[in-house]
């Protein structure tokens, strides 16, 4: 357990650390008007924290700044309920003003939301395809030869495929293939369509349509199974404004990553119920061994759907990240559930 006078001088190195990206000296705490102490005391227990592993000393400095130790012990013991600044929250609902048709406009939308509110690297997973549902299906016709099919989920989410009406097949007919897809399909997880598809509805459109294997082959285009699982960034080039990322290698290491969607999903959706902080090496991979990752869960109709994150250096402001993310994943959690409302 650290002491009183150790927590304080602690949550100083970590605060003022996060804000100048300086190592902190003993003489600037006792300048604090919130440390009573004398710069000799606050140097035997700097040593004292060093020593426990809670800060370092970086090179030569006279200096320290915390470790990951002490930014975990920042983080689960000394953040207090922080309140969203009446500028951020401005600027959150200046920007999702715009009025969104389609689930991927509300998610491209908090990822630039999140990067320009934090300036740190934004990520934002949009909902697994293994977790919707179908809503309904709709065919609109677009000219006498072509038409789309559009599929919508329970989580508002929209697949959309032109093809060739086949020959022959009139407006009446296409109604009548929307009623029959609707009737049989609806609320079939999205994974299990095609083979209910080809089980079950295949032989229901074929008493009922003629040339019926073009809408088939439209409705498996339309279910690429790797669809809806995007990952959509925003301020990827922000880390490069943070002195912690001027070498060369360790900004093209962590872009590689950034590259690798799949890859990013995994780390991403890791423990994401909630407000979840993973600092440093507690991220498992080197090249984030110098990054924080927060991320929280958004949900849709009360059933949780995706992940929304920041990735930035672990000297970032963690009271501020938590707050921003925690009120744009209940604003987009609210938008999302309207948008399948009104679907």
Same mark, same amino acid.
């Given at each position: 357990m650290l002491s009183e006078r150790q927590l304080q001088i602690l949550q100083a190195i970590v605060d003022d650390y996060i804000r100048s990206a300086e190592p902190v000296g003993s003489r600037s705490i006792s300048k604090r008007e919130d440390v009573t102490y004398s710069a000799a005391t606050i140097r035997n227990e700097m040593a004292d924290l060093e020593e426990l592993g809670y800060i370092e000393k970086p090179h030569s400095s006279a200096g320290r700044i915390p470790s990951h130790k !002490?930014?975990? &012990?920042? #983080?689960? =013991?000394?953040?207090?309920?922080?309140? %969203?600044?009446?500028?951020?929250?401005? +600027?959150?609902? +200046? @920007?999702?003003?715009?009025?969104?048709?389609?689930?991927?406009?509300?998610?491209q939308q908090s990822a630039k939301i999140l990067s320009t509110v934090t300036s740190y690297i934004s990520v934002? %997973? !949009?909902?697994?395809? &293994?977790?919707?549902?179908?809503?309904?299906?709709?065919?609109?016709? @677009?000219?006498?030869?072509?038409?789309?099919?559009?599929? /919508?989920?329970?989580?508002?989410?929209?697949? =959309? &495929?032109?093809?060739?009406?086949?020959?022959?097949?009139?407006? !009446?007919?296409?109604?009548? /293939? /929307?009623?029959? @897809?609707?009737?049989?399909?609806?609320?079939?997880p999205l994974v299990q369509l095609r083979t209910k598809i080809a089980r079950e509805v295949t032989h229901v459109l074929k008493a009922n349509i003629r040339n019926y294997r073009q809408i088939v082959t439209a409705l498996n285009q339309t279910l690429q199974p790797d669809k809806g699982d995007r990952v959509f960034y925003g301020g990827k080039t922000n880390l490069l404004n943070q002195p912690e990322f001027k070498d060369i290698e360790k900004v093209r290491l962590l872009y590689n990553i950034l590259e690798e969607d799949q890859l990013v999903q995994q780390i991403f959706r890791k423990d994401s119920h909630g407000i979840q #902080?993973?600092? !440093?090496?507690?991220?498992?991979?080197?090249a984030f061994e110098n990054c924080s990752i927060i991320t929280a869960s958004y949900s849709v109709g009360g059933k949780e759907m995706g992940t929304i994150g920041?990735?930035?250096?672990?000297?970032?402001?963690?009271?501020?990240v938590i707050s921003v993310l925690d009120y744009i994943s209940k604003d987009l959690t609210k938008m999302l559930t309207n948008l399948y409302q009104r679907d």
């Open positions: !002490g930014y975990r &012990y920042y #983080v689960d =013991n000394l953040l207090f309920p922080h309140h %969203l600044s009446s500028d951020d929250a401005g +600027t959150i609902k +200046t @920007l999702f003003e715009e009025r969104f048709q389609e689930t991927e406009q509300v998610i934002v %997973l !949009g909902p697994e395809m &293994y977790d919707m549902k179908m809503k309904h299906v709709q065919i609109i016709p @677009l000219s006498e030869q072509k038409a789309v099919i559009i599929l /919508v989920t329970d989580s508002g989410h929209v697949e =959309n &495929y032109t093809f060739s009406i086949p020959e022959g097949m009139d407006t !009446g007919e296409l109604e009548k /293939v /929307v009623n029959i @897809l609707n009737e049989r399909l609806q609320g079939v #902080v993973r600092i !440093g090496h507690e991220n498992d991979m080197e920041i990735l930035g250096p672990t000297r970032m402001e963690y009271r501020r």
